[in-house]
């Protein structure tokens, strides 16, 4: 009987103080690439959110080194998922006595690491891939410019 080898390691960062949206506009720059242009990435990218995501993408390839013994070389990025956390309420004092809600959202972001020279066996078989019929009629899509909005002319 052969053991299935485990081939992914992830990173899970909870309460990162930010909202959701921003943390996603980030993410989906990065998700399947690979370890080393993800970190040029967030190091260059201009947002608040590439900071705390950097740290765990750092920290998913140490888990994947720690655990796996794998090289960071061969490390790509196979999921990279923001959830909405709690929403922490306060208060401001404003003027006349009157208060004025202050929300502040939280995210949580999961970073999933594959090592893909683990997964060698699993890429020679070919009929392992996406099955045919599960995208039948995608090919059969038709957009039309005029009818989904197009480009308005500014006067």
Known sequence: MLKKRKTEVCALGQHISMSAHKARR???QIRGRS???TLM???LMPYRACYPIFKL???AAANASY???SNETNLII???EVNEGTTVKKFKPRARGRSYPIKRPTCHISIVVKDIS???YRESITWLKKPRWKNKYTDRIYHDMSSCGGVWDKK
């Open 35 to 37: 370890y080393e242009e």
């Open 118 to 120: 683990l997964d060698e």
């Open 57 to 59: 993408v750092y920290s």
């Open 67 to 69: 655990n796996m013994g």
């Open 26 to 28: 980030v993410i989906d």
């Open 78 to 80: 196979s999921k990279a």
């Open 41 to 43: 990435i967030l190091e």
